[in-house]
């Protein structure tokens, strides 16, 4: 069995737990690969003992960034894990609008954001392209006022 040495790098790997609430990706690091049984070994971040993964369920991690990317589309690795963990991020932050492209993703904050919709938000994104201001739904608005002037 030939073994690939990783460089500890950060992974988000499938969380097998069927608990209700649990999270769909957790994060380890990548300890080696296993290119005959196209497995992986990642050390959960949690601690405890190192798993052994199908590869396909072993995703390397988006380089961090503070806040989180305001678009998806700048991950360097766009997958499903790095996408749900880009907006868990930004969520955090109360930052419940994020693109992926020209699409704009809502998360619902179920409670109030402050300045979230105060008319001088409004005024910022007026005339403005779309990705000139962070994410947001005036920002769409914008677009489809262009659009059909």
């Not at 678009?71 to 790095?82: C, K, R, V």
């Not at 693109?99 to 954001?113: C, H």
Request: hydrophobic letters at 40%; glycine letters at 10%; charged letters at 20%.
């Amino acid at each position: 069995m030939a073994k690939n040495k990783a460089d500890a790098e950060p992974v988000l790997y499938a969380n097998t737990s069927n608990a209700a609430g649990a999270e769909p990706f957790l994060p380890g690091t990548l300890l080696s690969t296993d290119a005959a049984s196209n497995t992986a070994r990642v050390q959960p971040a949690t601690g405890g003992a190192p798993l052994k993964l199908p590869r396909s369920s072993v995703f390397l991690k988006s380089p961090a960034c503070p806040g989180g990317h305001p678009d998806n589309a700048q991950l360097y690795h766009l997958d499903e894990a790095n996408l749900l963990d880009n907006l868990k991020v930004r969520f955090a932050g109360d930052a419940i609008y994020t693109y992926t492209g020209t699409v704009l993703l809502a998360l619902n904050p179920y409670k109030s954001v402050g300045g979230l919709y105060d008319e001088g938000v409004m005024d910022g994104y007026r005339g403005r392209a779309l990705g000139v201001q962070p994410p947001h739904v005036y920002a769409i608005a914008e677009r489809a006022r262009r659009a059909i002037a």
